[in-house]
């Protein structure tokens, strides 16, 4: 079976899978998935090892790809490349993963194109143009999937480890400073006479290094602008019922001072008037519509297990009178 069948059994299965698993409970696989991030992590760190056994920056950072033109026969060179290659048909397993655990909703357009785009240019570039341009790229995609798979392995650990991922937003903004990085780097060899790379190939990646920052960029807009903007929605309608006015069962004491102000400005007597005032300041029951949480996470409102007296304190014996 040669690499391209492979590649498309795995499409296939990302529609025969979701059937078998359709009336079957989710797998708890998180042993093996944590085994799984942990070696993709020891696999990007031991191709960023390669690259730096290559001697590629001895003539600068600019001209570090520059070394090797296409189709080298480099025996390092062509390790390296066999490496990176195995890391990105291994990474299929990705999906395979969300898939057994039933969360379908992950996989995604962005998802399912990267990980095709990515295995088929590790095997292009094995095959037709193993260079200096691809060892620079796969040095720093192999830097991002350190970090990724890092948080991947942590996330899956249980949520004693959960502080320690306030991190998160920034792995995906440095996804796509890498993405920037790879557009500037191959733009800048392409055009300099001193690198000497298949202008095909080049093309080739260019187009996809855009498609993937137009689709992260996306992704990143949706993940973090919209949810910081429900986040702010969510703040605001909290301060409104829970200091607002006539909700969960009182009235605050400030607005109840300012009826009285009121009320005698207009000619009432105050002492006259103070029966009238408590009972319809007081007594008359508010129903409780709207809940007065305590504190706030990922844009809901949770509850303590605090009784209304306990949370309001004086202000709550008001509605007994």
């Known amino acids: 079976m040669s690499y391209l069948e492979k590649v498309d059994r795995y499409l296939d299965s990302l529609k025969?899978?979701?059937?078998?698993?359709?009336?079957?409970?989710?797998?708890?696989?998180n042993k093996l998935i944590a085994y799984y991030n942990a070696s993709q992590v020891l696999m990007a760190s031991m191709i960023c090892a390669k690259v730096?056994?290559?001697?590629?920056?001895?003539?600068?950072?600019?001209?570090?790809?520059?070394?090797y033109p296409s189709n080298?026969?480099?025996?390092?060179?062509?390790?390296?490349g066999w490496w990176y290659f195995f890391a990105k048909f291994?990474?299929?397993?990705?999906?395979?993963?969300?898939?057994?655990?039933?969360?379908n909703n992950q996989v995604t357009f962005l998802h399912v194109y990267h990980h095709v785009v990515m295995a088929l240019y590790s095997w292009s570039y094995l095959k037709f143009a193993a260079g200096g341009e691809?060892?620079?790229?796969?040095?720093?995609?192999?830097?991002?999937?350190?970090?990724?798979?890092?948080?991947?392995?942590?996330?899956?650990?249980?949520?004693?480890?959960?502080?320690?991922?306030?991190?998160?937003?920034?792995?995906?903004?440095?996804?796509?400073?890498?993405?920037?990085?790879?557009?500037?780097y191959c733009a800048w060899t392409h055009f300099s006479p001193r690198c000497q790379y298949a202008a095909g190939f080049t093309y080739f990646i260019c187009t996809n290094v855009i498609i993937f920052l137009i689709l992260f960029l996306n992704f990143y807009s949706k993940s973090y602008k919209e949810k910081r903007d429900a986040e702010k929605?969510?703040?605001?309608?909290?301060?409104?019922?829970?200091?607002?006015?006539?909700?969960?069962?009182?009235?605050?004491?400030?607005?109840i001072k300012n009826k009285r102000a009121n009320k005698e400005q207009n000619g009432l007597n105050k002492s006259d008037d103070k029966n009238t005032i408590e009972a319809e300041d007081y007594i008359t029951p508010y129903e409780v519509t709207?809940?007065?949480?305590?504190?706030?996470?990922?844009?809901?409102?949770?509850?303590t297990r605090r009784t209304a007296k306990e949370a309001f304190g004086p202000e709550f014996d008001l509605i007994k009178q």
Not at 21 to 29: A, E, F, H, T
Not at 54 to 67: H, K, P, T
Not at 236 to 252: P, W
Not at 292 to 299: E, F, H, I, R, V
Request: one cysteine or more; glycine letters at 6%; hydrophobic letters at 40%.
């Open 90 to 103: 291994t990474e299929l397993l990705d999906t395979v993963f969300f898939v057994l655990r039933k969360k």
């Open 290 to 303: 709207n809940a007065c949480g305590d504190y706030q996470k990922n844009g809901k409102v949770y509850l």
């Open 233 to 255: 929605r969510t703040k605001v309608e909290y301060n409104k019922t829970c200091n607002g006015l006539k909700k969960n069962g009182f009235i605050k004491s400030d607005e």
């Open 134 to 184: 691809g060892t620079i790229l796969a040095l720093l995609n192999s830097i991002v999937h350190v970090v990724m798979y890092t948080y991947y392995l942590l996330s899956g650990l249980g949520p004693r480890f959960q502080k320690y991922l306030w991190w998160k937003k920034y792995v995906t903004k440095l996804q796509l400073i890498q993405f920037v990085l790879m557009l500037l």
């Open 16 to 29: 025969a899978v979701p059937v078998l698993m359709k009336n079957r409970p989710p797998l708890r696989i």
């Open 52 to 67: 730096y056994k290559l001697n590629l920056f001895r003539d600068g950072i600019l001209y570090a790809g520059c070394r």
């Open 72 to 80: 080298t026969q480099n025996p390092l060179l062509l390790d390296l």
